[in-house]
């Protein structure tokens, strides 16, 4: 299976700060990485597909980058509405595998 | 637009089976992928498995011996069986379709909890 280890598990941010998750996989998965936001009591939601495509809908500020075995999730200016729990996934091979998980907190 | 619906008895007992039920509206279950994760209290998130085509599916090992997913294409359903459930078992169960391409989980159910308890 491919192991998937994300960065940090908690993060401390303020309104307007930029913040960086990252994940890394113990093989080169291409761009084959998803990024998921989850709100307590809700499904999660798919932000970033294909490591850096934008999902419709999802603010611009919002961005994802990297290849092979390193990857980031970028917040450029953090909003009140982005405190949530943040996911990435890999989706080269089954079982396809999640991160651990970065929630955001004030 | 696509809209996913879990459903399924919300509390089972020990040594029984878990069957759960995803109705998909706005589009066929055979023309892509379903996942199934789940998500314990406090936890992150766990892949179960993956199913298309109707028959070709794909578990995660752990669960391998006790899972089974199927399509039931004449009520556009997706199911899940775990059989042989224990307490860790309990969790939030979601549906969630995979784009046939781009392999990401682009529509999710709400999530059903489901408790493993006597």
């Known amino acids: 299976d491919i192991q998937v280890t994300q960065s940090p598990s908690f993060l401390s941010a303020s309104v307007g700060d930029r913040v960086t998750i990252t994940c890394r996989t113990s093989?080169?998965?291409?761009?084959?990485l998803n990024w998921y936001q989850q709100v307590p009591g809700k499904a999660p939601k798919l932000l970033i597909f294909a490591a850096s495509s934008l999902q419709s809908g999802v603010p611009s500020r919002f961005s994802g980058s990297g290849s092979g075995t390193d990857f980031t999730l970028t917040i450029s200016s953090f909003q009140p509405e982005d405190f949530a729990t943040y996911y990435c996934q890999q989706s080269y091979a089954t079982p396809r595998t999640f991160g651990q998980g970065t929630k955001v907190e004030i | 637009q696509v809209q996913l619906q879990e459903s399924g008895p919300g509390l089972v007992k020990p040594s029984e089976t878990l069957s759960l039920t995803c109705s998909v509206s706005g589009g066929s279950v055979t023309s892509s992928y379903w996942t199934w994760v789940r998500q314990p209290a406090g936890k992150g998130l766990e892949y179960i498995g993956l199913i298309y085509s109707r028959d070709v599916t794909h578990y995660q090992p752990s669960l391998k011996s006790r899972v089974t997913m199927s399509l039931d294409t004449s009520k556009n359903q997706v199911t899940l069986k775990l059989s042989s459930v224990t307490a860790a078992d309990t969790a939030v169960y979601y549906c969630a379709r995979e784009q046939k391409t781009s392999r990401d989980l682009d529509y999710w159910g709400q999530g059903i909890l489901v408790t493993v308890s006597s």
């Open positions: 093989h080169s998965i291409s761009t084959y």
